[in-house]
C-alpha cells in the first residue's frame, strides 16, 4: 500500500488573509464567492426543509404513540402542538440573529454560539456553547441506541417468523451498535454540513418511508380492533401506580419535546442558504413554517394512531415494541429506513460540533501539519486524488467511538429520549433565542412583548425541569434491572 499512497501536505489561508474578504470587500459581485469570502452557498427553502426534517422526523416520532398513551386523548395532542408552536415561534425569533444588525448585510453569525456572542454577555456565550455540545452528544448517543434497536428488530421480526411469537429470540444490540458506529465513522468524514444535502435528502425520504409504515400499521390494527383504544386521560391508576403515572406523564412532556428538537441545528442550517434576495431569514422562515407542519401532521398520525391500535400497551417504540409482528418483511423495510435515516440526522446533528473542535484546533495550534494541514491520498495509480486532514480524521473517528461505547452501556431508549428533550429544549429552543431577539430588536424591559416573551420562558422552564425529572426516575428504574452488554 505504501507505494500506491502519495501524501503531499496542503495548507488552508490564514485567518489574517481572510479579514478583508470577512467584512465582503473581496467576495462582493463575485459568482463563485459570498459576500464573506467563503464559497457561494445554494441552499434554498426545501433543502433546509430537508435538513430540518431530517433533524426532527427522528427516533422520536416512534416513541409519541407511547407518550400519547401516558397523557390520553385530551392532553397528548394538545401538548403536541403546543410544542410545534412553540417551536415555530422561537425559530423565528432565531432566524434573525443570523446576521446582527441589517437582516440582508449584516455580519453573518456562522453557528449557534456565534449569534450567542454577537448578541449576549461571555459567560451566557459558555453556557450555551456547553449545553449545545453536550446536548449533540447526547443525540448522538439517542441516535445509536435507536438504530441499533432497529437493527436488532430486523432479526428479530424475522425470528419471529420462522420461531414463532413465543420464542424470545434474544439478541445483543452490542452488535449492531458497532456496525452503526463504523458507518458513522465513514460518513463523518464528509467536511462540513453544505456537503450533506444529499445525505438529508435521503434520509427526509426515509422518514417518510418508515412512518408512513408506521402510521399503515396502526390504521391495519385499529380495523382488526373493531375502533379505537385509549382513554381522555391516558393510561389508568391500577394499571400503573398513582406516582408511576405522574412520572411517566412528566416523561412524556420529554419525549414530545425531544421529537421537535433541532434549534441548536438552526443557524447551520441557515448558513447554506444562498445569498439574499431574499434574506436568509425570510427563506429560513418560510422553511420553518413547512418543515414544523409537515412533521406536526405526522406526528399526530402516527403518535395518535399508535395509541389507537394499542391504548395502555402501546409499545415505547412503535416498529421495534413489537406490538407488530406481521407483515414482517414490511417491519423489516420500515426498521431499514429508520436505519438509514438516522445515519443522516447523526451527521446533521453531528457537523456543529465537528467545525467547532475543528476550528479552535486551528486557532490554537495554527501553524501545526496535524492540525491545518491536509494530506493529498491516491489509494491507486488510477484512483482519482482526495485531501484528508488527518486531525478530522482522528478526532471525528474519536468521537464516533466514544459515543457508540456509551450506547452499549446506556441502552434505554425512551427514557434517553425524554431527558435529550428536557435538557435541550428550554435553554436552547426558547431562553437563548428569546434573550438574543431582545437584544437584537431591543424590546424594552417590562413592554408587553418582554412580558410575555418572559412569561415563555419561565413557563417552558417549569415544563423541561419537569421532564428531566420524570426521565432522570425511569433511568433509575432501568438501571435497577439493567446490566450491560446482555441480551435484548
Known amino acids: 500500500m505504501g507505494e500506491n499512497v502519495v501524501g503531499t501536505y496542503y495548507y488552508p489561508p490564514s485567518a489574517a488573509a481572510m479579514d478583508g474578504v470577512e467584512l465582503g470587500h473581496a467576495a462582493a459581485g463575485s459568482k463563485l464567492f459570498d459576500d464573506d469570502g467563503r464559497p457561494r452557498r445554494n441552499g434554498t427553502m426545501w433543502t433546509a426543509s430537508a ?75 459558555k453556557i450555551c456553547g456547553f449545553l449545545q455540545y453536550a446536548n449533540i452528544v447526547g443525540v448522538a448517543i439517542g441516535y445509536t441506541i435507536a438504530a441499533s434497536i ?15 411469537h413465543g420464542d424470545p429470540c434474544n439478541v445483543s444490540s452490542v452488535p ?15 467536511p462540513d454540513f453544505d456537503q450533506i444535502s444529499w445525505l438529508s435528502m435521503l434520509a427526509a425520504v426515509m422518514s417518510f418511508t418508515y412512518s408512513v409504515i408506521g402510521l399503515s400499521l396502526g390504521i391495519v390494527q385499529v380495523v382488526a380492533n373493531g375502533g379505537l383504544k385509549g382513554s381522555l386521560t391516558g393510561i389508568s391508576i391500577g394499571v400503573v401506580t398513582p406516582m408511576d403515572k405522574v412520572w411517566r406523564s412528566l416523561q412524556a412532556f420529554g419525549d414530545i419535546a425531544f421529537a421537535y428538537s433541532y434549534s441548536l441545528i438552526l443557524i447551520e442550517i441557515q448558513d447554506t442558504i444562498r445569498a439574499p434576495p431574499p434574506s436568509e431569514s425570510a427563506v429560513m422562515k418560510r422553511a420553518t413554517v413547512v418543515s414544523v407542519a409537515v412533521t406536526t401532521v405526522f406526528y399526530m398520525l402516527c403518535g ?22 406481521e407483515p414482517f418483511w414490511l417491519l423489516d423495510i420500515a426498521n431499514a429506513a429508520i436505519v438509514v435515516h438516522l445515519v443522516g440526522a447523526y451527521q446533521v446533528f453531528c457537523q456543529p460540533l465537528f467545525a467547532f473542535v475543528e476550528k479552535w484546533a486551528a486557532q490554537r495550534w495554527p501553524e501545526s ?8 491520498l491516491r489509494l491507486s495509480p488510477s484512483s482519482r486524488r482526495c485531501r484528508v486532514n488527518l486531525f478530522r480524521s482522528t478526532w471525528r473517528t474519536a468521537f464516533v467511538v466514544a459515543t457508540t461505547v456509551v450506547s452499549m452501556l446506556l441502552p434505554f431508549f425512551n427514557d434517553v429520549v425524554g431527558f435529550l428533550g428536557a435538557l435541550g429544549f428550554w435553554p436552547l429552543t426558547v431562553y437563548f433565542p428569546v434573550e438574543m431577539y431582545v437584544v437584537q430588536k431591543k424590546v424594552p424591559r417590562w413592554s408587553t412583548r418582554w412580558v410575555c416573551l418572559q412569561m415563555l420562558s419561565v413557563g417552558c422552564l417549569v415544563i423541561s425541569i419537569a421532564a428531566a425529572a420524570g426521565s432522570i426516575a425511569g433511568v433509575m428504574s432501568d438501571l435497577k434491572v439493567y446490566r450491560p452488554f446482555k441480551g435484548y
Open 51 to 125: 435538513h430540518i426534517i431530517t433533524a426532527v422526523i427522528g427516533s422520536g416520532v416512534l416513541s409519541l404513540g407511547w407518550a400519547i398513551a401516558q397523557l390520553g386523548w385530551v392532553a397528548g395532542p394538545a401538548v403536541m402542538v403546543l410544542f410545534s408552536l412553540v417551536t415555530y415561534y422561537t425559530s423565528s425569533l432565531l432566524s434573525d440573529c443570523y446576521r446582527s444588525g441589517d437582516p440582508v448585510t449584516g455580519k453573518r453569525n456562522y453557528t449557534y454560539m456565534d449569534a450567542v456572542n454577537a448578541n449576549l454577555s461571555g459567560f451566557k456565550v
Open 150 to 164: 432497529s437493527m436488532l428488530a430486523i432479526g428479530r421480526a424475522n425470528c419471529f417468523h420462522r420461531k414463532g
Open 176 to 190: 449492531y451498535m458497532i456496525v452503526f458506529g463504523v458507518a458513522e465513522v465513514f460518513f463523518s468524514q464528509i
Open 304 to 325: 395518535s394512531m399508535g395509541y389507537a391500535a394499542f391504548g395502555d400497551d402501546a409499545p415505547g417504540n412503535l416498529l421495534t415494541g413489537f406490538g407488530f409482528y
Open 369 to 376: 501539519p496535524y492540525i491545518t494541514g491536509e494530506v493529498e
